[in-house]
């Protein structure tokens, strides 16, 4: 589990806020969910035999009550509890966002922590496959707004539940039939969740599980449209997408579409982004049966890989740094700096590491005001308040061009402050 520091800090609040603004246009709400959930959520949601319930959350007893809970591993879980508790369906289906912590007791390695984050999408109580192309386009244009290009799509249906139980029963054949190659996870899923079989990363199985039954060729009718209406709708948008009939998720919701998007620029960790359609989870956790897809992305992948494509991220620097000769103006100067950050500008006041120091020299104290970014120094020397203004320097344009304004009309000149691109 990870500190998150300056200037670091500042990679993820560019990209949090790259985010909004697309929800935003989106028409996407924000919603924020405990970070503790009751255990019995995720085990009847996620389900049993998965290696999140299995091997990776982190749960423990409340002392108080006796009640069994959980740091949550993911949210989609806790997001369809909310609605469900809120009846927020009541009046039509929603779209929601979130972003958030989550936890699960993996080995740690590049882009994957026990501490982890999550930026997800999610669109209750509807049916239409234009949702499942929603949310795909949504964030194919996240990876347009942040630069990111060497990201591939990769496409599968889960179908219906009877479609999925005749592949069952084909597939478990199959594997019966090449119980020498499966390994230990393998053959304890054998015949509680062989579909999971498909997902292994272990290189000795590849062979034998390409040669799988595919689910894809026992979808009926109506699955296999609802597949189509998707890719429909990409292809119109110019979305590039190949089918992975192996593409099974991690989580035993989902069905119908499901997808990811993944990278060859991180190594072992390439799934950036992932997701799919759950029609069953609500009722599942208690509601009413109503239909829901959605998708949840990496913040620490996303951020590993925006680093690896080289791509700038906007790092906060103050518009004006104030110099201030002697500390007895300190309580004047306050009060244009006050009036400044009142008006939208973002000013940082030149403050000593050291007791002993008084405010420290005026080379020193410009050598702050260049290294901290900011565009200008305001120079409140004792002739420039005596007669009531300020000297302003410029820091960037090479020019050390500077002018006076009057301490009586900050609002004037406030937006001479304000950083431009």
Known sequence: MNDILPPDSARWEWLEDKVRSLMQRYAYRNI????????????????????????????????????????RPEATAGVVRAVVESNLLYDGGKRLYYMGPMFRHERPQRGRYRQFHQIG?????????????????????????????????????????EERRAHRAALIA???????????????????????????????????????????????????AHLNAVTAILDANGVVWSINPRLVRGMDYYNLTVFEFITDQLGSQGTICAGGRYDDLIAQIGGKAAPAVGWALGVERVLELIKEAGLATATPVPDAYAVVPDAASLPQVSQVLQALRGAGVSVQLHSPSGAAEGMGSMKSQFKKADASGARFALVFGADELAQGVVTVKSLRDGSGAQTTQSLSAVAQWATLLQSTD
Request: no cysteine.
């Open 32 to 71: 924020r969910t405990p970070i503790v959930e009751p255990t019995p959520l995720f085990v009847r949601g996620l389900g049993e035999v998965t290696d999140i319930v299995e091997k990776e959350m982190y749960s423990f007893e409340d002392r108080l009550n006796g009640e069994q809970l959980t740091l």
């Open 174 to 224: 199959y594997l019966e039939q090449h119980q020498d190659l499966l390994d230990e996870d393998a053959r304890r899923r054998l015949y509680s969740n062989p579909l999971r079989i498909l997902d292994t990363k272990n290189p000795a199985m590849q062979a034998m599980v390409q040669a799988a039954p595919r689910l894809l060729d026992f979808l009926g009718e109506a699955s296999l």
């Open 121 to 161: 999408a999610e669109a209750l109580g509807f049916h239409g496959p234009e949702l499942d192309a929603e949310l795909i386009l949504l964030a194919d244009a996240l990876w347009k707004e942040l630069g990111l290009q060497q990201v591939r799509l990769e496409l599968n249906s889960l179908g219906q539940p």
